[in-house]
């Protein structure tokens, strides 16, 4: 009876504990003063931001391929510079176009962009790009697999036609 009593009593101390703590409220370490983030300088608003536009503009991957093709420095300050005009291009695009118009400009876009970054690269790179781009296989995989579950999935069972009571 002594030992339920004691873990009672800690156990209703630790959730009052708890609940105070919650009360409290605590400034993020960036707001609190004297830090430099709380001294920065707020950035002045330009007007009303600018509404997202969905496109089907994909940025250059320029990370992922230089981790898989192994460029150069200038390999990779060229391929930002493509990224960054591809982006000032796309920018550049007037809000007033129609999204199919906007759309096949933006297509454009990427594939002239695409096909300066292949120019950029070695042979034994844009070997190793072109088969990054092939697809794996792993689509029709995984519909065979859909298809094999669902012929495997069990049917319903009939429903028992109606008893009639005598």
């Known amino acids: 009876?002594?030992?339920f009593a004691y873990v009672a009593t800690l156990a209703c101390?630790?959730?009052?504990?708890t609940a105070t703590m919650a009360q409290e409220?605590?400034?993020p370490a960036s707001a609190q003063p004297g830090t430099p983030a709380a001294n920065a300088p707020k950035p002045?608003?330009?007007g009303p931001a600018k509404p997202r536009v969905f496109d089907g503009y994909r940025p250059l991957p320029i990370g992922y391929y230089n981790k898989q093709l192994t460029l150069t420095p200038e390999q990779m300050t060229a391929a930002k510079d493509l990224e960054a005009t591809a982006q000032k291009e796309r920018g550049a695009l007037g809000a007033e176009l129609k999204p199919e118009e906007r759309t096949g400009k933006v297509k454009e876009i990427m594939s002239k962009r695409d096909a300066?970054?292949?120019a950029l690269l070695s042979a034994d790179q844009l070997k190793?790009?072109?088969?990054?781009?092939q697809?794996?296989?792993a689509a029709p995989m995984m519909r065979e697999?859909?298809?094999t579950q669902e012929k495997m999935a069990p049917t319903p069972a009939p429903t028992p036609a109606p008893v009639e009571k005598k």
């Open 1 to 3: 009876m002594r030992t």
């Open 135 to 137: 697809p794996t296989g």
């Open 128 to 133: 190793t790009f072109e088969t990054m781009r």
């Open 116 to 118: 300066a970054f292949k």
């Open 145 to 147: 697999r859909a298809m």
């Open 25 to 27: 409220k605590k400034e």
């Open 44 to 46: 002045a608003a330009d």
């Open 13 to 17: 101390g630790t959730l009052l504990a």
